[in-house]
């Protein structure tokens, strides 16, 4: 997966948490503002009942004439309390009110963002690519067939070149193995016929692996002898692998 990708999903998911916790605990403030806003209603109305009852006793002392009497002014002082219990609940609700209005707005933007962040995890997510599991056998076998090649050919170098040959790497061998020429099979042996180098050092380095092998007596998994010489270059030679006459 393209780590752009993977960093821009990873601020995304940090971005839709962040916001779903704003919103969560915008929420929360709001429930508790209007539960405390019932209370302060509620309590205005039980201040309003007894601010109206006290008024009903007032002007009721005052009807039958006992305006001097002197619990009337404990009543009135009681009905002037009431009267401003009244209306600093009154006040208390219209604040909240208008924090209530700023904390739904602030609620309703932390939900439209929100809204905006998960859309983008949904494009993002139509954009990725689905992981699927290679099969990899084949890049295996080639592997290993190239590793074998490989020691092939760093066993022949150690046993049939030259001595300058003999801390040389694979592009230096592979000349050899890319010569072109004849292959000639009889019942006892199999003959490599190489068309020549037309470098001069690389031809006696040639012969001298042709001259090494054949002094080894070298043989084939079928018991036929392999015997390797430098033929002349033939008009008809390719450039590849070697041609079967037989």
Not at 109 to 137: F, G, I, P, W, Y
Not at 187 to 208: K, S, T, Y
Not at 218 to 237: A, E, N
Request: glycine letters at 6%; one cysteine or more.
């Amino acid at each position: 997966m393209n780590s752009e990708l993977v960093k821009r999903r990873t601020v995304l998911e940090k971005r839709v948490a962040h916001l779903h916790r704003l919103a969560a605990e915008s929420r929360k403030r709001l429930r508790q503002m209007r539960a405390s806003d019932q209370v302060r209603e509620q309590q205005v109305v039980i201040w309003e009942q007894r601010q109206q009852d006290l008024l009903a006793q007032v002007t009721a002392l005052e009807t039958i004439g006992q305006s001097g009497e002197p619990g009337l002014l404990a009543i009135k002082a009681q009905q002037l309390e009431a009267e401003w219990e009244v209306h600093h609940r009154r006040v208390l609700l219209e604040a909240t009110s208008v924090g209530g209005k700023r904390e739904l707005n602030y609620c309703e933007k932390s939900c439209r963002a929100l809204r905006h962040v998960l859309r983008q995890q949904e494009d993002l997510q139509a954009c990725e690519r689905e992981m699927q599991e290679l099969d990899n056998t084949k890049d295996q076998l080639m592997t290993l067939l190239k590793v074998g090649l490989a020691n092939l050919g760093m066993w022949v170098r150690d046993h049939y070149f030259g001595e300058s040959y003999q801390a040389c790497g694979w592009e230096r061998l592979m000349p050899f193995f890319q010569l072109s020429g004849w292959v000639t099979a009889t019942q006892d042996e199999v003959c490599l016929d190489f068309c020549p180098f037309n470098h001069r050092a690389m031809g006696r380095d040639l012969q001298d692996l042709c001259r090494n092998v054949n002094t080894s007596g070298v043989h084939l998994p079928d018991g036929r002898r392999l015997v390797l010489t430098v033929g002349q270059r033939r008009s008809g030679c390719l450039n590849g692998p070697l041609a079967n006459t037989g």
